[in-house]
């Protein structure tokens, strides 16, 4: 089987979006950030206006309990697009000429072999960690942070039906 398809640089950042989101690591800093944070902040919103503005308690809390809440329902978003942010920043800095652009995938005797503009790369199916199907991108990890990104829009359902199922063959 062989298919050919293009890797933009939204391609890498959605993909980057997906392993974090998977990532065990990225999920306990992901949750510090959620839930620890504003706790710590809506006791020192508290304290400050009690103690410092001498002003009610009652008011204090009911600032910090929506501080708390507002923080906690927006942080997902503001998470992702700092880490869209930080990821296109990264990729401006240097040549990415071998990430981006044209590729070939092609399955033969019991290896992939992915082939672009200025690389070549043959893996073994045997080495293929996992596999991940989002809705844009299929997900070939080769190890905990190293994948092959495959984006859907290149596939039809039968083709990419025929192309899991071979790749879960190793």
Request: proline letters at 2%; hydrophobic letters at 40%.
């Amino acid at each position: 089987m062989k298919m050919n398809f293009e890797i933009t640089k939204d391609d890498y950042i959605n993909f980057n979006l997906h392993h974090l989101e998977n990532s065990k690591s990225q999920k306990n800093t992901f949750n510090i950030l959620r839930y620890v944070i504003p706790i710590i902040f809506s006791i020192l919103i508290y304290f400050i206006g009690t103690g410092i503005l001498n002003q009610q308690s009652i008011y204090w809390i009911i600032v910090a309990i929506i501080f708390s809440i507002i923080w906690i329902l927006t942080y997902p978003k503001q998470y992702k697009k700092l880490i869209a942010k930080q990821t296109d920043k990264i990729l401006s800095e240097g040549d990415n000429s071998s990430i981006f652009g044209s590729k070939s995938l092609e399955i033969v005797d019991g290896t992939i072999v992915v082939k672009g503009d200025f690389t070549s790369e043959t893996v073994s199916l045997e080495s293929i960690k996992d596999i991940k199907v989002y809705e844009d991108m299929i997900l070939i990890y080769i190890s905990g942070f190293v994948a092959h990104i495959i984006p859907r829009r290149y596939l039809d359902k039968e083709t990419e039906k025929e192309f899991i199922k071979e790749l879960k063959n190793s």
